[in-house]
């Protein structure tokens, strides 16, 4: 029903969180980040911003022809909408799940993809970005520390797309994690979620797609991912 174009990355993650918990019948189109393959006419044409995931739905609602999305937010919601699954039907519900959703994809996942740039993959330390983005993960951890007190999930009672979407970017580098024993209702939480048969399955897809190695990034990818090489 659902064609996947994925590569195990945060964003990416978010897609078959959702696709795992609710058992959409989905087939997982690799898009190879590091080989350029983002930049590929068929892969432009529905995902313009060339960047994944972005998803065919070759049953919309509607009955219509089949109906691309891209950007990762967006897939989550009309999957939501889809499926009438993960999303409060009530308005204040509905709301509160959108605004975590739009802070994730404004603040926790741009800086903390930032924070790990900067400390993983730039070509040389740059302290004053390092400082930056390591303040500003730190501070965006502590506003989502404060939303989970007294409540199971970020909404809430519910698991809902507001934690599929801000649960894979609480420290994703594993060469520069985040220091979260500061953050008890954080570990509380991303322990829950990790525990759960979807979330499994949702990472193992990613350990098929791209088995994990211990090889750096090659120039060539470098010049692909960030548009930089390694300095010698």
């Known amino acids: 029903m659902i064609d996947l174009h994925y590569w195990p990355t ?8 959702f696709l795992e918990e609710t058992g959409l019948d989905y087939t997982i189109k690799p898009v190879n980040i590091g080989a350029g393959e983002q930049f590929r006419p068929e892969f432009l044409a529905i995902a313009p911003n060339n960047r994944m995931p972005a998803i065919v739905d070759h049953a919309p609602a509607d009955g219509g ?35 975590w959703l739009f802070w994730q994809m404004a603040g926790l996942g741009p800086m903390t993809g930032q924070y790990g ?6 070509p040389e ?28 999930f970020i909404a809430g009672d519910d698991y809902t797309i507001a934690d599929i979407a801000c649960y894979p970017w609480i420290s994703p580098y594993g060469k520069a994690p985040i220091d979260l024993a500061a953050y008890p209702e954080i570990r509380r939480w991303h322990a829950a979620i990790a525990a759960r048969p979807a979330t499994q399955r949702a990472y193992a897809r990613g350990v098929e797609v791209n088995p994990p190695t211990d090889q750096p990034l090659s120039d060539e ?8 090489e390694t300095r010698r």
């Open 10 to 17: 945060p964003n990416g993650h978010k897609i078959t969180l």
């Open 65 to 99: 022809a089949p109906l691309s999305l891209f950007e990762s937010g967006a897939i989550l919601l009309y999957l939501a909408d889809k499926t009438g699954r993960m999303m409060p039907t009530d308005l204040r519900g509905r709301e509160t799940v959108l605004q």
């Open 117 to 122: 740039h900067f400390r993983v993959y730039a």
């Open 125 to 152: 330390p740059i302290p004053y970005a390092i400082e930056r983005y390591t303040k500003e993960a730190h501070r965006l951890l502590g506003v989502l520390e404060r939303q989970l007190a007294g409540r199971a």
């Open 221 to 228: 990818a470098r010049r692909v991912l960030f548009g930089q």
